[in-house]
């Protein structure tokens, strides 16, 4: 079905959570952040994002705890250690609050 609605009831949007890997992202993970949420915002009306750094050593982590503080619905968490790619994806996985799980990995990256 290509309509928005379905019969005379309009169908609900989805509850989206969408998780992001970050290690050593300045030059992009603003970018990718206020895409992220332009495009949750339009097609979601409950999402969440989930920024998941990954042991940065630039000032990517600050730069995203400072648009978290804009937005309730940006959450960043932390690795002390960096676990790589699929460790990142878990991570963020482990801590959706959505209940349907469907993937996507970046780029078609081997976790």
Not at 1 to 27: D, K
Not at 91 to 96: E, I, L
């Amino acid at each position: 079905m290509n309509s928005a609605y379905h019969g005379s009831a309009r169908m609900s949007r989805p509850s989206v959570s969408l998780v992001i890997p970050m290690f050593n992202e300045e030059l992009n993970i603003e970018h990718a952040v206020s895409a992220a949420v332009e495009a949750l915002t339009k097609y979601s009306d409950d999402y969440e994002l989930i920024v998941v750094d990954d042991a940065s050593t630039d000032d990517s982590p600050a730069m995203v705890a400072r648009m978290a503080e804009e937005n309730p619905r940006i959450r960043v968490l932390r690795h002390a250690k960096n676990r790589k790619l699929g460790g990142t994806l878990r991570t963020g996985a482990r801590t959706t609050g959505g209940g349907d799980d469907t993937r996507a990995d970046p780029a078609g990256a081997d976790c």
